[in-house]
């Protein structure tokens, strides 16, 4: 179906034939400028590479990373921030692998992201005759996220694009792969029949709305509450309905608890927090609202010690998608709808004289709140050197209080857990982090896109294993002259640094680094801000510098190699055996 124009333009010399044509890589590039994407994140090579140039020179933001698996963790970390699908683009086989990671991440995290792949020849595919890179990837791609599809024809294209846009945004967000044949890109076809071709998705995410029935359910059972608590999670963050949420949660007078990117909803310091609380309005609670925040692992699935078990609690729970209701324990209301719409539904149904919770109950917490805010204050002015987490994160901690617009990125273990209780958030979705799985290398990811996407300096709080599965991207970050500040927590090691190799061998132990890297040395490396600190004054200095000039920097602070612990706050999920504690003692004990 070779269109008019076609073989004149083959033999180079009537360029002006072309001008009624369109190709594959410009229906693409057009498809998805018509939907708002406004930002590549990718890595060249056959068959996109020149996709990417065009995508450049037609007004695109292309961001070219050093590995697929960062573009990807950018591409849905962007999702996550703009409630619009995140695109992230990638060669055949192997990249394409390297992003199906950051894809069926996104996909757990309900986050919205398309990974456009090239893919090789699909009839030598298919035979399985040896093509360049061959694979069957959207068979791969298919279990690990919503939706996947494949173009065959440059006709097609605009459909394509339409249907990865909506799927990835409507209903839970989620990763949707797009693969793409290289021949496709050459197609050419009709300028005018492809510009009618490409489809612009109307209303992408339709809002929804909780049926009546289900707010007046969740109304009564609200109205039995006499210790009630709110949890919110990412999916509330997500929804962007800032106003509504703050509306809802302080006409209920109800305390609540942050998930880790929650945090900066209502700011943390807001009196109706109760982070500082979390054991026990965990364990006291006897209605608790979950908004857009699943009973999964994080919340040791709603039920047991943590929980205060025998004692039981009745669950309201929003959530956009149905089958997420008794996913763990039973639901006695469940909300499906957005959480703005559901939040705007209670706040109404709630009406203009709502009883404040019980008294006793909000004191309690606040006490309890009051109490471990004034001890944790004490453990963050300590000037230990070297650094322990508390008082290298208490001059963090400060250098946020001072920047409320600033994005904070982080991840680790112990430079996870630390950071996420000490350093208050103040402002929705400035904190990104290792999300439902724990993944380790999302940090440049993510530091990247906060940076790209929100304008804002961006401070990344990386433990020197995190930062190991995803260092390369300083390069990138040096390169687009973002404004990034890292800092490493160099203890040595995963957890801790000074573990030994219990055969008592030469090699070192299995967790633990080259002792001393320099990490600041790398940054220098490209052209990028390099510090060494050892103390929480010279941490404070540099980090504030950095973040106010904006020039990307990586602070290497010296971290005590036995300052943390085994696997950080979840040592309790490690496998344990009789038969090792048997043979190895005490210290196979986590
Ligand atoms: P956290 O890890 O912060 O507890 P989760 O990722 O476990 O949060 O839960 C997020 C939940 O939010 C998911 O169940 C998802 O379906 C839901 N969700 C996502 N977007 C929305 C939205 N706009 N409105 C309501 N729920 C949403
Ligand atoms: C993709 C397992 C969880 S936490 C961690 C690893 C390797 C590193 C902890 O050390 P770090 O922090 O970052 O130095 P700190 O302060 O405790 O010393 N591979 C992937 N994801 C995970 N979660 C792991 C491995 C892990
Ligand atoms: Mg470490």
Redesign the pocket.
Known sequence: MAPEGASTMADGNETASVDNLTDGFHLLIDALKLNGVETIYNVPGIPITDLGRYAQASGLRVLSFRHEQHAGYAASVAGFLTKKPGVCMTVSAPGFLNGLTALANATTNCWPMILISGSSEREIVDLMQGDYEEMDQLAIAKPLCKAAYRVLHAEDIGIAVARAVRSAVSGRPGGVYLDIPGNLLGQVMDAVEGEKSLVKVIDPAPRQVPAPEAVARAIEVMKGAKKPLIIMGKGAAYDQSDEAIREFVEKSGYPYLPMSMAKGLLPDVHPQCAAAARSLVLKEADVVIMMGARLNWLLSHGKGKQWGEPYSKKFIQIDIDPREMDSNVEIAAPLVGDVGSCVAALSEAMGDSWQAPPAEWTDAVSTKVKTNVERMAANLQNNAVPMNYQGALGSLKRVIAERPDAMLVNE????LDFARSIIDVYKPRKRIDVGTW????IGMGSAVAAAVETGNPVLAIE????FG?CGMEIETICRYNLPVCIVI?N?N???RGDDTNWSGGEDPATTVFVEDSRYDQMMQAFGGNGVYATTPDELYRAVSEAMDSGRPTLVNAVIDPAA?KES?NIGSLNPQSVVAQARYGEKAKK
């Open positions: 680790g273990a112990n430079t724990g993944v380790m290398g433990g020197d294993s995190a599965f927590f203890n090691g995963i957890y943390g950080g």
